[in-house]
């Protein structure tokens, strides 16, 4: 029989449709084909991009070749840096400026070579250059929230099949964010107690859903799934900033963020997927708000959210909010365990 599960932390519904059952071989996509237009994030064609904000290199000079990481702004923004935000009322409605940043993070140089065939080493400067941008632009106070996310294949939305990442400032707290963020606090207040904390507790005792477990990560697939195969990656010391993270824990990091893209490669022969980082936005005072991030250093716990792309979002879906999981978190978690690496 299927299942309605509520998650506490997104406050949604969702159905797991066990009597589907579908397994790995049903949600296998045809290889993507190769792109025939001269690559932007490959050596050499350095200035066929914006400028670099942040590069790790190994030889050469400012957008040349050399780098192992590179970081540019987005050629096509989707909000700009320049200008004030201008909050006013429109009749009923609400508008505001399109501030920002959006920025790229070219992973390698290697356009052949995606995040899950880094060296952990490799993947390892990825996340220091995630948490410089982090640090960087949280000095800008116009910005309240960052996105970090990871676009793989075309059909998870990337238009480039060169393996990079994004970072967004927005200059509000988006509603799914706002949402974490309200649960957390409210949580807090009446417990004293993480919420992600008391999640991990349990899912570690229990076990059904835990895919692999490092020194201070795990991997594992939340109870109410809202896709196939959908994962979670926590570190399991209490943390609420991810760009508090020390290199030794980035170094653990990598190796973890490594098992997991590998199993799902190895599993769903490289599917396309969206990873998420969600973590505290930057500590700002809001002007006559002071409950506002009073205890967010002891509510939230920072987290990389990742959804393989292999089922549609429907007219179901999108008319009552809840998603169909035709794949239990049970059975991912078995599926994945048992990966070949």
Known sequence: MSELRWDPLKQH??????????RPRDFLVEPEPAELTNCPFCYGNEDKTPGEVHAVRHSGGANASGWKVRVIPNRFPVLRIEGELNSRAYGIYDVMNGIGA????IETPDHNRGLAELSPAEITEVLKAYRSRFLDLR???????MVLFKNHGQRAGATLSHSHSQLIAVPLIPPAAATELRVCREHYANKERCLFCDLLDFELQSGDRIVREFGNYVIMTPYASCFPFELRLYPKRHSHDFALSTDGELAELAVALKDMLGRLKSVLKDPPYNFILHTAPPPQPRLGKPEFWSSIEYDYHWHIELVPRLTPIAGFEWGTGFYINPTSPEDAATFLRGAEL
Do not use: L, N, S
């Open 13 to 22: 519904w969702v159905i797991i449709a066990t009597e589907r059952g579908r």
């Open 102 to 105: 959006h920025e790229i993070i």
């Open 139 to 145: 000095r800008d106070t116009r910005f309240r929230y």
